[in-house]
């Protein structure tokens, strides 16, 4: 499991090079993504671009994270493949997460998020 | 098909590997084959943390029966029964809260209940017995 971090407009991006994130790595993955946030700027972008396969365990070390984020930090999500963005249009987890298309179109879109 | 699985994360995770694996003969869509691995993957986590809870030798058995009207499949293990001896209902928990009261778990039984049909729980002789259909449309089985 890797995670890989850049900064673009003062945004951290946070690049998720896994081809899964299930119950075998949800702990390890909510550490490092903490770790990864941690005294980071207040927008935080993970990019799922090579996720193929998100269970109910990673979608709940996603929720996990964006919880343990400081006050001021958001996590957005961004290159959802299909099976991913399952997960979340099911358990509606869609509506808390502003989700964007690719990581470029987290800096040109209007960001929608309820 | 028949899987003996072992009942810890890492063999779920390579199981599911194995079972998608054999029903690539299925020639289904990748659509198909993400739904197939979530709801299986969502049966056996639950088989592992709970039924498998204190058992680190436990192992699930899986049989998938593809028929015209999908996938019939069940699963047997020998862990801890459901509690109250019936599936839990996996209702979603309210999203419209604040970001810290947002729900981390109880995912895993909505997306089975969501996904699967006929879902059926037996306890019998010491073992679980789950069976449910994945609802697929594999017309170009073989008719028996």
Redesign the interface.
């Known amino acids: 499991m890797q995670l890989e971090t850049t900064t673009r407009n003062d945004a951290l991006i946070i690049t998720a090079v896994m081809p899964r994130i299930d119950a075998a790595i949800a702990i390890q993955f909510k550490d490092e993504m903490r770790d990864a946030c941690d005294g980071g700027p207040a927008r935080v972008v993970l990019d799922l671009a090579d996720v193929d396969f998100i269970d109910s365990s990673g979608l709940g070390a996603i929720v996990a994270t964006m919880k343990l984020l400081a006050p001021d930090q958001k996590l957005e999500l961004a290159t959802l493949s299909d099976n991913v963005d399952k997960v979340f249009r099911l358990t509606r987890m869609d509506s808390v997460f502003a989700i964007h298309s690719t990581t470029d179109a987290a800096f040109t879109n209007i960001i929608h998020a309820s | 098909m028949k899987f003996a699985i072992p009942g810890t994360?890492?063999a779920?995770?390579n199981g599911l590997a194995d079972t998608i694996s054999a029903l690539r003969v299925l020639n289904l869509s990748?659509?198909d084959y993400?739904?197939i691995?979530?709801v299986l993957?969502?049966v056996m986590?639950n088989i592992?943390?709970h039924a498998y809870a204190d058992s680190p030798d436990g192992v699930i058995e899986l049989t998938i029966q593809p028929k015209e009207r999908g996938l019939y499949c069940t699963f047997n293990d020998n862990g801890h029964p459901m509690p109250d001896g019936t599936v839990p209902l996996g209702n979603?928990s309210s999203?419209n809260c604040e970001?810290?009261d947002?729900?981390?778990?109880g995912?895993?039984w909505?997306?089975i209940r969501?996904?699967a049909r006929d879902l059926e729980y037996k306890r019998k002789c010491g073992k679980n017995i789950l069976t449910f259909r994945i609802a697929i449309e594999l017309p170009n089985l073989p008719v028996s």
Request: glycine share 14%; net charge negative; no cysteine.
């Open positions: 994360e890492i779920v995770r990748g659509e993400g739904t691995e979530l993957a969502e986590n592992v943390e979603l999203l970001v810290d947002l729900p981390e778990g995912f895993g909505f997306l969501d996904l």
